[in-house]
């Protein structure tokens, strides 16, 4: 059972999420300022109805070209994993979805006024996006065999610091980089993005948890088992973020045999 299992099984969906933690050291950042003009329908009336309490506060920040809006929370330091869970309860029913977005309450990799409505963009098949030569990638000799070990606390970069999360309305997870136009990180367009989270969804039940300036988190519902099938993840995770073995874990097998059978990615892209 993985940690994001332990935390969603530990959650009471009537309980109201703070974005704080117990601990007498956890910082929590400042409210976010609240978007000039007409404030759009809070999420919270929604996210009530579905049995799901909304954070407080929770701020209108802007609304994007595409129609979702955005709502933003302070979260503290190692909290943001829990709230995403609690949250994440509520967005089938409300497609309103839940997102760490690191230090800002837009990041500025979000280009709002960029942004186009999922239906109205085509969604490329991230098969061939994700096709990596065999001499690219770091490889042992062929036959070499290790133990799987996934991260005992899997945990994605954006809930180690405080920060924000953001509520994006109208919009599933995997749809998210183009309902905010989030174009150009990593040199993939944000229809491209999408296409790899939707296969990563449909392979591996991999839900969007944050999606910031630098970087990409997944929760992972079914990662792989074997190791052919970690290999198989690892060359997806490669193609889409190659910084991960380059300036990271240094070998496939490395990320093959760790995050790829891990409950959490998290892909960041070096500046």
Wanted: glycine residues 10%; hydrophobic residues 40%; neutral net charge.
């Amino acid at each position: 059972m993985g940690l994001f299992d332990r935390v969603t099984r530990q959650s009471s969906p009537r309980r109201r999420p703070k974005g704080g933690t117990s601990s007498r050291d956890a910082y929590v950042p400042p409210v976010p300022p609240r978007a000039p003009g007409d404030e759009p329908p809070s999420p919270a009336d929604a996210l009530a109805a579905a049995g799901v309490a909304p954070p407080r506060p929770l701020v209108w920040v802007g609304t994007a070209a595409s129609g979702s809006a955005v709502w933003s929370s302070p979260v503290a330091n190692g909290a943001g994993q829990r709230l995403w869970a609690e949250l994440r309860e509520g967005s089938d029913a409300t497609r309103t979805w839940p997102v760490l977005c690191g230090s800002t309450p837009v990041p500025a990799s979000w280009g709002l006024d960029r942004s186009r409505h999922p239906d109205e963009v085509d969604i490329p098949d991230a098969g061939p996006l994700l096709e990596v030569s065999p001499a690219s990638r770091r490889t042992p000799e062929e036959g070499f065999r290790t133990r799987l070990e996934p991260t005992e606390h899997a945990v994605v970069e954006a809930d180690l610091a405080s920060g924000y999360l953001a509520l994006v309305t109208s919009v599933q997870g995997w749809q998210l980089p183009v309902a905010v136009g989030f174009d150009g990180v990593g040199g993939w367009t944000s229809a491209e993005h999408a296409a790899v989270l939707l296969r990563w969804q449909q392979r591996y039940r991999a839900e969007l948890v944050s999606l910031t300036d630098s970087g990409v988190g997944v929760r992972v519902g079914r990662p792989p088992t074997s190791h052919e099938a970690a290999m198989l993840a690892a060359r997806d995770i490669y193609a889409y973020c190659p910084d991960v073995v380059d300036r990271g874990l240094g070998s496939m097998w490395a990320l093959a045999t760790t995050m790829a059978v891990s409950s959490a990615w998290s892909l960041r892209w070096a500046a």
